[in-house]
């Protein structure tokens, strides 16, 4: 028995080689590091479809797309942004980090992992493979309503067949992230002393699994609708187009937040860092994460203001939906609080948190206003809504993102990146994100329609802007990938601790971060946010 | 002391060639089947190589879980990790049932009803709003409504009786009693395939002689979705649980380490749930 269980737990000596590594692995470092650069890929990838459709907006007319790639290219860049980048990466920082911030040895089921990661590629594939099938790629936007997608080509079928695998990955992700986050963390680390980082991660997972399956529901019955002969979304048979819309927006709107959570448990991490005080209200953030949660099932309507719902209906889904922004703006208070009187210093992590602050802000009140349905009637369906929503995913998910990246990059690689870039890369982005997306508000509020590949003349200023805006965020980019390239070969050696206002678990452990950390869980004495304040034990290798 | 020790290890795996042959499998069951449904070529074929490689890696990915557990690697901790892996994936079935639940309530409460009312009079001047619905312009043949206190009340009964028998299994597994383990488990899954043999015949009566087809409107696309997606779990239910009586026949399991026998009975249990909602909801009312 004793020996058996030895040779289980040998020390596994040193790193697995070759392609095998990434293949076959099992560490959550390695499967991390997949997850993060699959979703940069992904990130880019989308991105350059993002820049074909402004390439065709930046003037009345049709001058490079025919409509229907165009909305083949709009709905892809939304599936891939959204299931292709900001989940992945998410799942992948919460990969490379949860363990080393609790004390876990790994992820709880380790060769799970791998599975939840290697099933994006081939789903990713099956997306962007079905531009080239008859028909072309899905043109119903990302939400992929009835009717439109009960009548498209075989593109649908494999963006359909694509959403079930993401699902299955997405699940088994979430189901790993609870499990780790429940069953593993060390000792004295209570569930209310834990980072706000592990916090959002285990209330984004439960998001997940509460709602990936009900996308797979809805898009199981557009397949059905389509090829088996079931009227779900069709009245001829007594079902219902705006079926659809609610089986889908139960999904939508959590989902909303599965890409926001962990953004605001990140800034939670790094503002008090950077501003070397202790996180403002750490159980106030603890609940509204919580209350954000449970909201967040009770507002889907609000994306349907238009379908002719009751209006007792809609009173009640556009109240709801603004009682969300209670919580929203506890946390808002509780990370301005937290800097207030700060001895603040402005690395790149820090800048990108602040930039986070300042437009997440802007897109979280234009989701209040979209929330009033009688202004949601004008607007849905506007560019007033992408502004909207851009502003919450990129300036939101994605500068939130950026951070987490420019933060732990240190610990990741034992190497610093060039700050001076760093600081660059954040300015312009700031400048162009805001360049690109702020004249949408007016595109949209004088009443441009969105997922058009062509618009009236009156339009035409504010789009040539938001192109020129678009290709120099997209050119952007490229800083932090060339920064993090060179970084990673050349960048000076990071010291042990790069950020002395840090002050969790992860920061207690050797730079970079060994092979196989955790390996006896260690003993702490934690406080509020996961601050530490001693270790007891606790050894890698 | 040795204890001690053990609980602060937890078992991590070592690089496994397995997730990676289910990911591949996966694409070509996405990639075949929608070459399949749309008549191309090869579609069918690589959709059976999918399948293939799916049962293949199924096969050995859980062989070794088996053999990790017979090494005994696995501790309470571990053991601790399974129960809430397996509560939360259930939960997640859970939701997927609540779509399809969710789409039933919809056509009976809201979208039925508003089709039949006055505004949609000009457009469906025959259509009678009733349930099991009959009329509708999509609706092309007529059929008729399965009965619940023929064979669906029989399966109830089954399923009921099934739930029974896999706690009676439980029981004997913690007294270690190996027959009554045994017995039971085996006995849970003949009531499964019996289970399964009544759909089957209910399904090629309502085929046969009633006429209901997936494509007989609002009915029949709620009755054969959910039925259907049950019948799948079922079928899954009794295969765990036929694999849990072999391996109890191979001496597997004791007292206290049995995670895979609980597994299988709370998905037993859950599939159980299910057809109750199911016999109430679909057959019943
Ligand atoms: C490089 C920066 C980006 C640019 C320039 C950009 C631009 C655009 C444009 C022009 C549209 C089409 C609007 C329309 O015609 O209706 C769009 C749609 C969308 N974008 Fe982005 N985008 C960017 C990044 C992102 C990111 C990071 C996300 C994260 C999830 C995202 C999510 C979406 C979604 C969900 C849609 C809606 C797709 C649909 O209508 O089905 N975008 N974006
Ligand atoms: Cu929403």
Known sequence: MAIADTAGHAPHTGKPTGLGRWLFATNHKDIGSLYLWFSFIMFLTGGVMALAI????????????QPELFNQLVTLHGLIMIFGAIMPAFNGLANWMLPLMIGAPDMAFARMNNWSFWLLPPAALLLLLSFFVPGGAAASGWTMYAPLSTQMGMGMDMTIFAIHILGVSSIMGAINIIVTVLNLRAPGLTLMKMPMFAWASLITAYLIIAVMPVLAGAVTMVLTDRHFGTHFFNAAGGGDPVMYQHVFWFFGHPEVYIMALPAFGIISQVIPTFS??????????????????????MVWAHHMFTTGMPATAQLFFMYATMLIAVPTGVKVFNWVATM???????????????????????????????SVAAVDTQLQDTYYVVAHFHYV???????????????????????????????????????????????????????????IPDYALQFTDFNSLATIGAFCFGLGQLIVLYNLLISLRRGPPAVEHPWEG???????????????????????????????????????? | MQTTVESRHYFVPEPSHWPIIGSLALFCMGLGAAFAINEMPVGSFVLAAGVALLVWMLFGWFGDVIREGLRGLYHAQEDMSFR?????????????????????????????????????????????????LVSGPGIQATYE?????????????????????????????????????????????????????????????????????????AYGMTFYMLTGFHGLHVLLGTLILAVVWLRVRRGHFDERHHFAFEAAAWYWHFVDVVWLMLFVFVYWL
């Open chain 1, 54 to 65: 402004r390439l065709e907006l930046f003037s009345p007319g049709l001058q490079f797309w």
């Open chain 1, 502 to 541: 840090a002050q969790t678990l992860e920061w207690r452990i050797p730079t970079p971060a060994p092979y196989h950390s955790f390996v006896e869980a260690p003993e702490v004495d934690a406080d509020d946010n996961g601050v530490i304040h001693a270790v007891r034990g606790g050894t890698h290798h």
């Open chain 1, 276 to 297: 070397r005080k202790r996180l403002f209200g750490y159980t106030s953030m603890v609940y509204a994460t919580a209350s954000i949660a449970i909201l967040s099932f």
């Open chain 2, 145 to 217: 409504a399965m009965q619940a206190w023929g064979l669906p009340a029989i399966n109830t009964l089954i399923l009921l009786t099934s739930g029974a028998t896999v706690t009676w299994a439980h029981w004997g597994m913690l007294r270690g009693h190996r027959r009554v383990l045994s017995n039971g488990l085996l006995l849970t899954v003949i009531l499964g395939v019996v289970f399964l043999t009544l759909q089957m015949w209910e399904y090629s009566h309502a085929l046969h002689e009633l006429n209901l087809t997936l494509a007989s409107g």
């Open chain 1, 393 to 451: 995913l990129v300036a939101g998910a994605l500068f939130s993102l950026f951070s987490a990246v420019y933060y732990w990059f240190p610990k990741m690689t034992g190497r610093m990146y060039s700050e001076r870039l760093g600081k660059l890369h954040f300015w312009w982005s700031m400048v162009w994100f805001n360049v690109t997306f702020f004249p949408m508000h007016f595109l949209g509020l004088a009443g441009m329609p969105r997922r």
């Open chain 2, 84 to 132: 809430w892996g397996m509560g939360w994936f259930i939960f997640s079935e859970v939701m997927f049932f609540g779509a399809l639940f969710g789409a039933l309530f919809y056509v009976r409460v809201i979208s039925l009803p508003e089709l039949g009312n006055m505004q949609h009079k000009l457009l469906y001047p025959e259509f009678v709003p009733s349930w099991p």
């Open chain 1, 340 to 370: 207030w009187q700060g001895s603040l210093t402005f690395e790149t992590p820090m800048l990108f948190a602040i930039g986070f602050i300042c437009l997440f802000t802007i897109g979280g009140l234009s989701g209040v206003i979209l």
